[in-house]
T-cell receptor
């Protein structure tokens, strides 16, 4: 079974600074998907960024980027120019596709989350 | 707006009572799942379904029941509520590949007293 570890239960950073959230995972699979989800105080789960293990290039979405180290099984999230609206719980998640992307996927496995607070 | 609709948003139950959490999606997603979120434990999978008529257990299935008679609906039943089932419950759906990630409902905060 796959496991996902987020070793930073809480973090805080000044507005406009850069912050990196760490995530490691354990799997014997070669191809898989990794995700970061954001959960603001509204409780809604919002997809932030995704990465396919086959792709070496790190994913980027505006101020959000990842550092994907496949050999180290590490998938950290970097938030640049942090904003007050970035205050939220952040969850790292792992998914294994089955026999190619059109054949289904296995469950989404989550880490325990990092509570990020942006300080004005 | 397209998405996943969960009802109710809040619920208080007495120990031993039963209830059904409703979940519906209008994106024609084949995959639907129920997760529970507890402090310090992330989201844990309760039950999931890969299509109408097909369900399977996740990580923490005890005390819960599901069925999937249509593509759109995936209700979660608590058979006899216990205080240990106090949690926030999320329904989620995804396409077959999962590459677009899961779309989540807004959650149900359940308290069992």
């Amino acid at each position: 079974a796959q496991t996902v570890t987020q070793s930073q239960p809480e973090m805080s950073v000044q507005e406009a600074e850069t912050v990196t959230l760490s995530c490691t995972y354990d799997t014997s699979e070669n191809n898989y998907y990794l995700f970061w989800y954001k959960q603001p105080p509204s409780r809604q789960m919002i997809l932030v960024i995704r990465q396919e293990a086959y792709k070496q290039q790190n994913a980027t979405e505006n101020r959000f980027s990842v550092n994907f180290q496949k050999a180290a099984k590490s998938f950290s999230l970097k938030i640049s120019d942090s904003q007050l609206g970035d205050t939220a719980m952040y969850f790292c998640a792992f998914m294994k596709p089955l026999a190619g992307s059109n054949f289904g996927n296995e469950k989404l496995t989550f880490g325990t989350g990092t509570r990020l607070t942006i300080i004005p | 707006n397209a998405g996943v609709t969960q009802t109710p948003k809040f619920q208080v139950l007495k120990t031993g009572q039963s209830m059904t959490l409703q979940c519906a999606q209008d994106m024609n997603h084949e995959y639907m799942s129920w997760y529970r979120q507890d402090p310090g434990m992330g989201l844990r999978l309760i039950h999931y379904s890969v299509g109408a008529g097909i369900t399977d257990q996740g990580e923490v299935p005890n005390g819960y029941n599901v069925s999937r008679s249509t593509t759109e609906d995936f209700p979660l039943r608590l058979l006899s509520a216990a205080p240990s089932q106090t949690s926030v419950y999320f329904c989620a759906s995804s396409s077959r590949s999962g590459w677009d990630g899961y779309t989540f409902g807004s959650g149900t905060r359940l308290t069992v007293v």
